[in-house]
């Protein structure tokens, strides 16, 4: 018995009665209205997922409930003395429907005359049904779906976090639209429906807007890839959002929503895995969550995870296996503060390093999963950001001013060394294919022929912001809902070079940018006649930016030769939508918006180099259709069309160093659809795809001037798929009083390029990702199972190991090999 696991036994050991947490007490503040308005108050108190089975009891007013009660206490006093009753689905689940009743007691309500048809307003987070309506709170007005003009994605957190918690990773494999470079963890950048730059960490800013709640998490710097635990949900809104959301969201944004701290509720969470990589190392995390409260009306929630994954990459050249271990450590607080009067306080802070050993990339031409390096590339980055909310709320308007600082660094080594066969006497022929002028750099020392010399690039950037907004907005609701706001945003960002060639070192010219803008914008949105919606919206941003090389020559420096720039500008972000409802279960919508990024400075050789702002002007047309009161299908299916004026990307200069600058002008056409079938309450289909066709079709004089020989192949927008395919299965029951739920996907990522110009011209992409997971258990105790990379392919995802490629036979990113998790979670 000592070696053998029984499936029953498990089950025995996590079950816990359901009836426990409906017992539960809790405290609850939900106002008499409409069950579409309560209901997700309600359901958000209680922390359970409430479904609405027919589509006509939106409309029944329902009782206050207010005090402390059980959950089961809860629901019936909503719906006492209403035709509706609460059937309890599972542990975390209930499910509301008509109450039978003879024929004759059924009351048809008469149908309304002008009036719009009911849109009822819940969070997809917290209702578990697709009957259930998603509200988009990105869009800061709190809209419906059903009024939102374009491309809106809501993941819940637990989905997220189910099969392991995986960070970025776990938004890339839910969403064919959204792409990344895949340096590393904490080193990569981030795409949206086609809309893609470059492939390194320099002075551009990012093309994605990411968010922890309304914070920004960042402006030219990588995505952070903080770790998504305890997460309510994120929204991804594909398309430019200028006017909500200022420069840095020309491909769309990602909003992570952490879970708010609860007060009158305390509750301990604890989750383990351990992992096995098949041809590498194992690797574990754990995690622990905690909502403590503070006296009657405050909380504090807390939330720390450490994790360690196995490297799988071999360097036989140093005799090293499993190189490329990576290590994760981190944490968020949050402190909730109710001074009364309907205002909230919360301030939090957030921590998270990722260190890794070495770079996960291989050789193409090597045998599998190697890498022939002189050197240890590893790389770290840290992030840290402190933050102050403050949420005022009245009848129908809500005030918020949200404010943080954020201090981000990143370090990364990447290996300079030359092939053995041109090592010792080839320091100096310099050329676009990366071969560095060592003498030229370490000049007037004498070089002496050291043969198999180790060489590495050491690059550090380092960003620090303070963003603050506030803004006044009423939630939408009776055909009208609007935001006013104003922000401020002051960044700093610097990227420091070093070469080091054996024990010698030279220091490389540097740049570091800044900008401080102010903005204000204002958008509304509202119902023409019925089932017709218009949104429309304006942003005026001033910018100040100015920059200055570092480490430069002393001739350059005297001679004040490109190492300063600095400049006001003032942009306007106009955008419009119309969105139809020409029957119960179709929509269609026309949008328009704008995005832009300012420019800045960058190093090429030993100048440095200034480019302009870029713009992206987009036009979307969609169609979305579902019969959401039979829970039978939703779909949708949008293009969009982008006109990408002075595209801003990187590519190799003549040193083999990344350098920035304006390649020309771009269109982007992407065709997106999506579609999810329910034949059972228990059962859903998922499938996805997307389709882009870039081209850069007026490049830059600067840009033909250096690849003259290779035109032909500047062509194409680097990093983005030329198409994408996800598919996926979710199957969910209750087996006794325990909850059990299975995943099947599969994604396949179609052919990109890796960057612009001959160095950067690689093929990556056209491999398919799989996974399995599945959980048994209840609120309080679970048992997972992960295994990913079904069939332990390799796959290209980045073809970019380090800049310096001269007689390298390419370089490629493997999937992680096949990987068993298996994890428990307990609760308190």
Same mark, same amino acid.
């Given at each position: 018995?000592?070696?053998?696991?029984?499936?029953?036994?498990?089950?025995?050991?996590?079950?816990?009665?359901?009836?426990?947490?409906?017992?539960?007490?809790?405290?609850?503040?939900?106002?008499?209205?409409?069950?579409?308005?309560?209901?997700?108050?309600?359901?958000?108190?209680?922390?359970?997922?409430?479904?609405?089975?027919?589509?006509?009891?939106?409309?029944?007013?329902?009782?206050?409930?207010?005090?402390?009660?059980?959950?089961?206490?809860?629901?019936?006093?909503?719906?006492?003395?209403?035709?509706?009753?609460?059937?309890?689905?599972?542990?975390?689940?209930?499910?509301?429907?008509?109450?039978?009743?003879?024929?004759?007691?059924?009351?048809?309500?008469?149908?309304?005359?002008?009036?719009?048809?009911?849109?009822?307003?819940?969070?997809?987070?917290?209702?578990?049904?697709?009957?259930?309506?998603?509200?988009?709170?990105?869009?800061?007005? $709190?809209?419906?779906? @059903?009024?939102?003009?374009?491309?809106?994605?809501?993941?819940?957190?637990?989905?997220?976090?189910?099969?392991?918690?995986?960070?970025?990773?776990?938004?890339?494999?839910?969403?064919?639209?959204?792409?990344?470079?895949?340096?590393?963890?904490?080193?990569?950048?981030?795409?949206?429906?086609?809309?893609?730059?470059?492939?390194?960490?320099?002075?551009?800013?990012?093309?994605?807007?990411?968010?922890?709640?309304?914070?920004?998490?960042?402006?030219?710097?990588?995505?952070?890839?903080?770790?998504?635990?305890?997460?309510?949900?994120?929204? &991804?809104?594909?398309?430019?959002?200028?006017?909500?959301?200022?420069?840095?969201?020309?491909?769309?944004?990602?909003?992570?929503?952490?879970?708010?701290?609860?007060?009158?509720?305390?509750?301990?969470?604890?989750?383990?895995?351990?992992?096995?990589?098949?041809?590498?190392?194992?690797?574990?995390?754990?995690?622990?969550?905690?909502?403590?409260?503070?006296?009657?009306?405050?909380?504090?929630?807390?939330?720390?995870?450490?994790?360690?994954?196995?490297?799988?990459?071999?360097? !036989?050249?140093?005799?090293?296996?499993?190189?490329?271990?990576?290590?994760?450590?981190?944490?968020?607080?949050?402190?909730?503060?109710?001074?009364?009067?309907?205002? #909230?306080?919360? &301030?939090?802070?957030?921590?998270?390093?990722?260190?890794?050993?070495?770079?996960?990339?291989?050789?193409?031409?090597?045998?599998?999963?190697?890498?022939?390096?002189?050197?240890?590339?590893?790389?770290?980055?840290?992030?840290?950001?402190?933050?102050?909310?403050?949420?005022?709320?009245?009848?129908?308007?809500?005030?918020?001013?949200?404010?943080?600082?954020?201090?981000?660094?990143?370090?990364?080594?990447?290996?300079?060394?030359?092939?053995?066969?041109?090592?010792?006497?080839?320091?100096?022929?310099?050329?676009?294919?990366?071969?560095?002028?060592?003498?030229?750099?370490?000049?007037?020392?004498? &070089?002496?022929?050291?043969?198999?010399?180790?060489?590495?690039?050491?690059?550090?950037?380092?960003?620090?912001?303070?963003? @603050?907004? @506030?803004?006044?907005?009423?939630?939408?609701?009776?055909?009208?809902?609007?935001?006013?706001?104003?922000?401020?945003?002051?960044?700093?960002?610097?990227?420091?070079?070093?070469?080091?060639?054996?024990?010698?070192?030279?220091?490389?010219?540097?740049?570091?940018?800044?900008?401080?803008?102010?903005?204000?914008?204002?958008?509304?949105?509202?119902?023409?006649?019925?089932?017709?919606?218009?949104?429309?919206?304006?942003?005026?941003?001033?910018?100040?930016?100015?920059?200055?090389?570092?480490?430069?020559?002393?001739?350059?420096?005297?001679?004040?030769?490109?190492?300063?720039?600095?400049?006001?500008?003032?942009?306007?972000?106009?955008?419009?939508?119309?969105?139809?409802?020409?029957?119960?279960?179709?929509?269609?919508?026309?949008?328009?918006?704008?995005?832009?990024?300012?420019?800045?400075?960058?190093?090429?050789?030993?100048?440095?180099?200034?480019?302009?702002?870029?713009?992206?002007?987009?036009?979307?047309?969609?169609?979305?259709?579902?019969?959401?009161?039979?829970?039978?299908? $939703?779909?949708?299916?949008?293009?969009?069309?982008?006109?990408?004026?002075?595209?801003?990307?990187?590519? &190799?200069?003549?040193?083999?160093? !990344?350098?920035?600058?304006?390649?020309?002008?771009?269109?982007?056409?992407?065709?997106?659809?999506?579609?999810?079938?329910?034949?059972?309450?228990?059962?859903?289909?998922?499938?996805?795809?997307?389709?882009?066709?870039?081209?850069?079709?007026?490049?830059?004089?600067?840009?033909?001037?250096?690849?003259?020989?290779? !035109?032909?192949?500047?062509?194409?927008?680097?990093?983005?798929?030329?198409?994408?395919?996800?598919?996926?299965?979710?199957?969910? #029951?209750?087996?006794?009083?325990?909850?059990?739920?299975?995943?099947?996907?599969?994604?396949?990522?179609?052919?990109?390029?890796?960057?612009?110009?001959?160095?950067?011209?690689?093929?990556?992409?056209?491999?398919?990702?799989?996974?399995?997971?599945?959980?048994?258990?209840?609120?309080?105790?679970?048992?997972?199972?992960?295994?990913?990379?079904?069939?332990?392919?390799?796959?290209?995802?980045?073809?970019?190991?380090?800049?310096?490629?001269?007689?390298?036979?390419?370089?490629?990113?493997?999937?992680? !090999?096949?990987?068993?998790?298996?994890?428990?979670?307990?609760?308190?």
């Amino acid at each position: 018995m000592a070696g053998r696991f029984s499936p029953a036994l498990a089950l025995a050991l996590l079950a816990l009665p359901a009836q426990a947490m409906a017992a539960e007490e809790r405290s609850f503040d939900v106002p008499r209205g409409a069950l579409s308005a309560s209901l997700p108050q309600l359901s958000r108190q209680a922390g359970v997922s409430i479904s609405v089975v027919d589509g006509r009891l939106w409309q029944i007013d329902v009782k206050p409930v207010r005090g402390r009660m059980s959950i089961e206490a809860a629901i019936k006093r909503l719906l006492s003395g209403t035709d509706a009753r609460a059937v309890r689905v599972s542990a975390t689940s209930w499910r509301i429907e008509s109450r039978p009743a003879p024929p004759r007691m059924v009351r048809r309500p008469a149908p309304p005359r002008l009036a719009p048809r009911p849109k009822p307003d819940l969070d997809r987070d917290h209702v578990a049904a697709a009957s259930d309506e998603i509200i988009v709170t990105a869009t800061k007005t $709190d809209l419906p779906y @059903s009024r939102f003009a374009g491309v809106a994605t809501q993941l819940s957190g637990e989905d997220l976090a189910f099969g392991g918690e995986r960070g970025t990773e776990s938004i890339l494999s839910r969403m064919a639209t959204v792409s990344s470079t895949h340096l590393g963890s904490g080193r990569n950048k981030l795409f949206i429906r086609g809309i893609a730059d470059s492939s390194f960490t320099g002075p551009t800013q990012a093309t994605v807007g990411q968010y922890l709640g309304d914070v920004r998490l960042s402006y030219n710097a990588p995505d952070p890839d903080l770790r998504l635990y305890d997460i309510d949900s994120v929204e &991804i809104l594909e398309g430019p959002q200028g006017t909500l959301y200022g420069a840095g969201s020309l491909g769309g944004i990602i909003r992570t929503v952490p879970k708010a701290p609860e007060p009158g509720r305390q509750r301990v969470q604890a989750i383990a895995g351990f992992s096995l990589t098949q041809h590498g190392d194992p690797g574990g995390d754990i995690a622990a969550i905690a909502n403590l409260p503070v006296g009657e009306a405050h909380a504090l929630r807390l939330v720390g995870y450490m994790i360690s994954d196995g490297g799988y990459i071999d360097n !036989p050249l140093r005799g090293q296996k499993d190189v490329n271990r990576v290590h994760v450590r981190g944490g968020r607080g949050t402190l909730r503060l109710d001074p009364g009067n309907d205002w #909230t306080i919360d &301030i939090g802070g957030v921590y998270q390093a990722i260190t890794a050993e070495d770079a996960q990339y291989a050789d193409k031409d090597a045998s599998p999963l190697t890498r022939s390096s002189m050197v240890e590339q590893n790389s770290s980055a840290r992030y840290a950001m402190g933050t102050l909310v403050v949420m005022k709320d009245w009848d129908d308007l809500h005030f918020q001013s949200s404010n943080a600082y954020v201090d981000h660094r990143l370090f990364e080594r990447f290996d300079a060394s030359l092939p053995a066969h041109q090592t010792g006497g080839e320091e100096g022929n310099g050329g676009a294919l990366g071969t560095v002028d060592v003498a030229r750099l370490f000049a007037p020392i004498q &070089i002496v022929p050291m043969g198999d010399v180790p060489r590495v690039l050491d690059q550090r950037n380092a960003t620090r912001m303070f963003v @603050s907004e @506030s803004r006044l907005s009423r939630p939408y609701h009776d055909g009208l809902g609007w935001v006013i706001g104003a922000s401020f945003i002051d960044n700093r960002a610097r990227q420091n070079r070093q070469y080091a060639y054996g024990p010698l070192r030279a220091t490389l010219p540097g740049v570091s940018n800044r900008i401080t803008e102010f903005t204000g914008y204002a958008e509304a949105t509202v119902e023409l006649i019925p089932d017709l919606t218009a949104s429309g919206g304006l942003r005026l941003s001033h910018a100040k930016l100015g920059g200055e090389a570092e480490g430069v020559s002393f001739a350059l420096a005297q001679a004040n030769r490109a190492t300063t720039a600095s400049r006001t500008e003032t942009d306007l972000l106009p955008s419009f939508s119309l969105l139809a409802t020409p029957f119960d279960t179709v929509r269609l919508y026309a949008r328009y918006q704008e995005g832009f990024r300012p420019g800045g400075l960058a190093v090429d050789g030993d100048f440095v180099r200034r480019f302009l702002n870029d713009q992206v002007r987009t036009w979307e047309a969609g169609v979305r259709f579902g019969d959401r009161g039979r829970n039978l299908l $939703d779909a949708s299916l949008s293009i969009s069309h982008s006109r990408w004026r002075n595209i801003q990307a990187d590519f &190799i200069d003549g040193n083999g160093f !990344p350098t920035t600058t304006n390649i020309g002008d771009g269109r982007i056409t992407s065709l997106s659809g999506a579609i999810a079938v329910r034949p059972t309450s228990k059962l859903t289909f998922d499938l996805g795809a997307v389709y882009n066709h870039s081209r850069v079709d007026d490049l830059s004089p600067q840009i033909l001037a250096v690849f003259a020989t290779a !035109p032909a192949r500047l062509g194409r927008i680097p990093n983005v798929a030329s198409h994408a395919v996800r598919g996926s299965i979710t199957y969910a #029951t209750v087996i006794g009083d325990q909850d059990f739920r299975a995943n099947g996907w599969a994604n396949y990522i179609g052919p990109s390029r890796l960057g612009i110009g001959p160095v950067l011209g690689e093929r990556q992409g056209d491999y398919i990702d799989t996974g399995l997971a599945m959980r048994v258990g209840s609120e309080r105790r679970g048992l997972s199972l992960t295994l990913t990379n079904l069939f332990d392919s390799r796959g290209n995802r980045f073809s970019l190991g380090t800049p310096f490629v001269e007689g390298n036979g390419g370089f490629l990113t493997p999937l992680r !090999p096949r990987t068993l998790r298996l994890a428990i979670d307990v609760a308190y």
